[in-house]
């Protein structure tokens, strides 16, 4: 465990993503690592957008409700007024904060701070969602993870929206979005387009 226990406590500033589909494990990876850093006596911190108030205002709370205490915030600019003496910062469900978290992490990485960030990295058409796809370039490492397609049991790549809304953010779960492969994904949209002509 040695070589883990380096990695917690000695890497310097550094900025990691984790991005995926809906229901592919991004909050349990990020409380994950929020964890183990906090073992090793680090000073940690997870924001999220006030947006986001599906389970609790005050907690991070994953699907299979394994919580960790969160402040929620309207902007990026608050996380570098609020995360002074912090020595990992988290941020859950980044895509649906402003660029400017851009800025924020690297200001943040450059001071020393080790960022974590975990996000959607698709919207339900399969676009490239909100600050996620820059942060992943400027990302020292990323990490991709898979939900599993209901339909055939492939990695997923796209949180397909059950319901008829046009809105890019519709917060929900499973009754209102379902992991699919890109295939099953295709399959779906066709289906929808035939319904929609008729
Ligand atoms: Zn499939």
């Known amino acids: 465990m040695m070589e883990n226990l380096i990695g917690e406590v000695h890497r310097p500033g550094r900025i990691e993503v984790v991005c995926?589909?809906?229901?592919?494990?991004?909050?349990?990876?990020?409380?994950?690592?929020?964890?183990?850093?906090?073992?090793?006596?680090?000073?940690?911190?997870?924001?999220?957008?006030?947006?986001?108030?599906?389970?609790s205002e005050e907690n991070v709370v994953s699907h299979d409700h394994n919580a960790i205490h969160s402040t929620p915030i309207d902007s990026s600019s608050s996380i570098l007024l609020l995360a002074d003496d912090i020595d990992v910062v988290g941020i859950d469900e980044a895509q649906f904060l402003d660029d400017g978290l851009i800025d924020v992490c690297n200001t943040l990485a450059n001071r020393g701070v080790r960022v974590i960030i975990a996000g959607l990295d698709m919207d339900y058409q399969g676009h490239p969602f909100g600050p996620i796809p820059a942060l992943c370039a400027i990302a020292d490492e990323v990490t991709k993870v898979h939900a599993i397609c209901v339909k055939c049991g492939a990695l997923a790549y796209v949180s397909h929206r059950l319901v008829k809304n046009n809105k890019r953010v519709l917060l929900g779960e499973k009754d209102e979005y379902e992991p699919l492969c890109r295939e099953c994904y295709q399959k779906a949209i066709e289906a929808e387009k035939k319904q929609n002509t008729k």
Do not use: N
């Open 20 to 55: 995926g589909s809906m229901f592919s494990g991004k909050t349990e990876e990020l409380i994950r690592r929020m964890k183990r850093a906090k073992f090793a006596k680090q000073r940690v911190e997870i924001f999220k957008p006030s947006i986001d108030i599906r389970y």
